[in-house]
């Protein structure tokens, strides 16, 4: 009888553990340089959004079996969608967004669709695919425009998009189709909106992806001593 219940709860610890272990989440060396150039409250905000979306893209990226990597999403939409004091306490992204939070940003409706998001990028290989991750994983973008209320969210929706792709394609997956959308990328909103010194780390990130959506060079290493001085400038003076 105790080894049957032993038995049970090791099989249930199976089962939460994959839910809760956080895979090492990647971040691209844009964004670490990026989130370096904002004032203390653009800092926090990045440190948390862009680690809540490299935890989601861990699961993804990482993933061996898609429905286990299903559940692990569903767990986290389910859980940024309870209050604070029923979530899992002891988890830092969860534990990094709560200032956010506490500054009015709803974590459910800005970061459900990075979720969603990311679970459409389980099937790369399809074009409808790629597009739903796009503007999934994009929506994190969007997701600061509480810090800089003038700023147009389609505007920063826009650059999400399009950084949510180059980002795929630079340092995590290739496919046709999402070569196919990085190549019809050329998003306008990349170069349109000129963006206040508070959101100085996403204006980094769009020149960076204009650049190589630009030149059209996925395949040349990112991040020579041009492009670093150049991003470097436009982070100390907005130029």
């Given at each position: 009888m105790v080894t049957a219940i032993f038995t049970l709860i090791r099989r249930g610890f199976w089962w939460i553990a994959p839910l809760m272990q956080a895979p090492k989440p990647p971040v691209s060396p844009l964004v670490t340089l990026a989130?370096?150039?904002?004032?203390?409250?653009?800092?926090?905000?990045?440190?948390?959004?862009?680690?809540?979306?490299?935890?989601?893209?861990?699961?993804?990226l990482q993933a061996r079996e898609a429905m286990l990597a299903q559940i692990r999403l569903q767990w986290w939409h389910?859980?940024?969608?309870?209050?604070a004091s029923e979530r899992p306490s002891a988890n830092p992204v969860l534990a990094a967004l709560l200032p956010l939070e506490a500054q009015g940003l709803d974590l459910q409706s800005a970061l459900g669709p990075v979720i969603r998001g990311w679970e459409a990028a389980l099937e790369l290989e399809d074009g409808a695919a790629v597009a739903e991750f796009a503007e999934g994983r994009g929506a994190l973008i969007a997701a600061f425009q509480p810090l800089a209320p003038m700023v147009s969210r389609d505007d920063l929706a826009g650059i999400g998009k399009a950084w949510a792709l180059w980002d795929m394609a630079r340092f995590h997956r290739r496919t046709p189709a999402l070569d196919a959308a990085v190549k019809a990328a050329g998003d306008p909103t990349l170069a349109s909106p000129r963006l206040p010194r508070k959101l100085r780390p996403i204006s980094m990130i769009a020149r960076a992806v204009r650049l190589d959506f630009a030149q059209g060079q996925m395949d040349r290493p990112w991040g020579g001593p041009g492009v670093f001085l150049g991003l470097v400038w436009h982070g100390l003076t907005g130029r």
């Open positions: 989130s370096s150039y904002g004032d203390a409250q653009m800092r926090v905000w990045c440190q948390a959004l862009f680690a809540f979306d490299a935890q989601i893209a861990g699961i993804v389910d859980v940024i969608g309870k209050p």
